[in-house]
């Protein structure tokens, strides 16, 4: 099925949810490159990607939301005393894909640097470094380890509704 249902979510969100969940947990391999001064393979491996994947993730992250919004009267329903907070963990995710790319954009723009997507530039070198660029492109790596954090209590979650409280959460989305 295409479109979600009250018991299930359909194929769409499904490709949407786990595509960008191996794009996102593969742009975490970042985090690789405080160790070693980013001298480790971890680092050397997906650093080289990590802007043109940025983007992707945050086009996929626009199109998923327009389709939750479409499909809003027919998924199924988070429900228990903590649906609130649930509903606002997944509102700051989206957040997070959508507002990490500009502001990593601005972060190599700012220390003087082109912003390059799949080799072609996307924003031209600065003529000098830009301070004020500088300053709110620190916020790429806060929302990097909120995001982090998000997700580790996130996949807990999917993981303790699967295997303790033994309900459909995890199946509806697998
Ligand atoms: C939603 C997509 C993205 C995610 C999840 C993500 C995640 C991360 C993570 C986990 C780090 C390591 C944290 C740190 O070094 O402080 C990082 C660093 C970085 N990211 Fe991203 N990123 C994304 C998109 C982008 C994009 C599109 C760009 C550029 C246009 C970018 C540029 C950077 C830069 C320059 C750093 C190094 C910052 C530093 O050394 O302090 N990121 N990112
Ligand atoms: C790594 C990045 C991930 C992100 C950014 C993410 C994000 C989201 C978001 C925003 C939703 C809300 C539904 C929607 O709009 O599609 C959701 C639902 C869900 N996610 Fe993830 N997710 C990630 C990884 C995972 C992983 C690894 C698992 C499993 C271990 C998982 C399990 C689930 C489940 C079971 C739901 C359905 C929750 C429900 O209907 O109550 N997610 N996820």
Redesign the pocket.
Known sequence: MINDSIDR?GSV?RF??WL??VL??QQFFKFGDIINDGKHWLGETFGPYHTSVGAIIMILAIL?LLW?MKQKNQR?I?EGANSKL?KTV?GI??FC?IAMPPLGALYIHGHGYPVKIFGQVLIEKPAEKIQWAQNVGELHSILAILLAIL?IG??AV??Y?HFIRKDD??R??A
């Open positions: 979510y969100t949407f949810h960008v969940a996102v947990i998923r939750s199924p988070i649930v997944h995710m989206y894909l997700v996130h996949i999917a993981l509704h959460t995890l509806r989305m």
